[in-house]
């Protein structure tokens, strides 16, 4: 099964709809809960990542029998120290954006620690590509 | 615990999804740091913050959160309201600042 949505930067009032459509496909499928709940958070921080930080942004979703697969790819400025921004804590985010509860840096630490497969590739001035992969148990 | 109990007992406000009135609370979370919430709250818990803008109902929703309580008598955004409807997850309002709420849910949690 694939699925596709579209994300607009700066749009902060439809983040989470893709999470969320995806949440209810996984539902309907009798995924189990807890891999569920680790999918839509890493989902959703990717996405809120898109919004917060580049131009715009596409998530492709493919649920195989064993696992599930996203792919957020995204024209954007691109992440100059991916080493830094996986560092908890650490945010270039607006204060804009900090000030609605975001920007705390805990995006990508979150996406890692709910992914079984994580894969960051950059590139500055051109966007980011980020590949997470869920296995069902 | 009910959500409709909680909101009785301490007076809160109810703004909008009364629809999830009846459901039951297993705990509360408290931050403002959105994806501290995403990370660490828990599913049928009440999330206690300042923020009132329509991505914390957003966040509820994916969370599976029960209601989410205003602090300090914020009062939400008519964009949030509606989410809230559209969720069915209460959306409530405090006359207490954040540390007062949580001692009291806390304290009714746990008696």
């Known amino acids: 099964m694939k699925l596709t949505y579209n994300i607009q930067g700066g749009d902060f009032t439809h983040a989470g709809h893709p999470s969320s459509e995806v949440k209810k496909v996984l539902k309907q499928l009798g995924i189990e809960g807890k891999t569920i709940k680790n999918i839509v958070i890493a989902l959703y921080e990717a996405e809120v990542n898109v919004v917060a930080h580049a131009w715009k942004g596409v998530v492709d979703v493919e649920i195989d029998e064993n696992k599930i697969t996203v792919l957020v790819n995204d024209e954007g400025p691109g992440i100059p120290d991916i080493d830094l921004a996986m560092q908890a804590g650490y945010s270039t985010a607006s204060d804009k954006v900090r000030e609605m509860g975001f920007g705390a840096g805990m995006g990508l630490p979150n996406i890692k620690k709910n992914t079984d497969e994580l894969l960051i590739e950059t590139e500055i001035g051109k966007g980011t590509k980020v590949k997470m992969v869920n296995y069902f148990s | ?111």
């Open chain 2, 1 to 111: 615990m009910k959500v409709s109990e909680l909101v009785e007992k301490l007076g809160l406000t109810v703004y909008s999804g009364r629809k999830g009135l009846d459901r039951e609370i297993t705990g509360g979370y408290v931050s403002d740091l959105l994806s501290d919430v995403m990370g660490n709250a828990r599913e049928g818990e009440v999330w206690i913050t300042l923020q009132v803008h329509q991505n914390v109902m957003a966040i509820a929703s994916l969370k599976d959160l029960v209601a989410v309580v205003l602090v300090n008598n914020l009062e939400p955004p008519e964009s949030t309201v509606r989410h809230s409807n559209e969720e069915n997850i209460p959306l409530l309002g405090a006359n207490f600042s954040t540390f007062e709420i949580a001692g009291k849910i806390y304290q009714i949690l746990n008696p």
